[in-house]
């Protein structure tokens, strides 16, 4: 089976500072991808990032890095530079072609920025 | 701008009741899903659609619930006879491009079964 494992329920960030969510996943399968999404409160689901499982470099987008250890099946996030409007609940998801292409959530985190 | 549009953005309904859920892509896909969460929990997958036909659906997704394009363009979810653990925001979801590519999704409509 197809697992994602988000450990942290909540987490909490000063603005300005960095900040990493955890995701770790279970896989028989060599090729997939994995994806970051954002959940604000107005509960819209919102692209952060996405990593190919084929790709050694970490995927980056503006403040928004991974690291991905595909020996270790662990997928984080980090947020630079933390703003206020960051705070969301954010979603580890993966997907394989022999599984659908249907994306499997974690249960995702509660990032808190304060000010 | 969202990748696609949702309608109704809330919906109320009686348990037992038929509601029809729509999701309006802005331009033409091929592949669409839908995904369920329940409050406070995960995003569940319950369906996905590709060139007019169900290509896989979860568990979840039993006899109560179909989907269809009437119309070729509205992408349609409905849930024949609500019940209260049918609460939740329902999502429709979008392929950028081919098989594995990101999906985006729609703002959901949020499903109140009393």
């Known amino acids: 089976a197809q697992t994602v494992t988000q450990s942290q329920p909540e987490m909490s960030v000063q603005e300005a500072e960095t900040v990493t969510l955890s995701c770790t996943y279970d896989?028989?399968?060599?090729?997939?991808?994995l994806f970051w999404y954002k959940q604000p409160p107005s509960r819209q689901m919102i692209l952060v990032i996405r990593?190919?499982?084929?790709?050694?470099q970490n995927a980056t987008e503006n403040r928004f890095s991974v690291n991905f250890q595909k020996a270790a099946k662990s997928f984080s996030l980090k947020i630079s530079d933390s703003q206020l409007g960051d705070t969301a609940m954010y979603f580890c998801?993966?997907?394989?072609?022999?599984?659908?292409?249907?994306?499997?959530f974690g249960a995702g985190t509660i990032l808190r920025v304060k000010s | 701008e969202p990748e696609v549009t949702q309608t109704p953005s809330h919906q109320v309904t009686q348990m037992g009741q038929e509601v029809i859920l729509r999701c309006v892509p802005i331009?033409?896909?091929?592949?669409f899903y839908w995904y369920r969460q329940i409050l406070g929990q995960k995003v569940e997958f319950l369906v996905s659609?590709?060139?007019?036909?169900?290509?896989?659906k979860s568990e979840i997704f039993d006899d109560q619930f179909s989907v269809e394009r009437p119309d070729g363009s509205n992408f349609t979810l409905k849930i024949r006879s609500t019940k209260l653990e049918d609460s939740a925001m329902y999502f429709c979801?979008?392929?950028?491009?081919?098989?594995?590519?990101?999906?985006?999704f729609g703002p959901g409509t949020r499903l109140t079964v009393l």
């Open positions: 331009s033409n896909h091929l592949y």
């Open positions: 990593q190919e499982a084929y790709k050694q």
């Open positions: 659609f590709y060139n007019n036909e169900i290509s896989e």
């Open positions: 896989t028989s399968e060599n090729n997939y991808y």
């Open positions: 998801a993966f997907t394989t072609v022999t599984y659908g292409n249907k994306l499997v």
């Open positions: 979801a979008r392929n950028s491009g081919g098989y594995t590519d990101t999906q985006y």
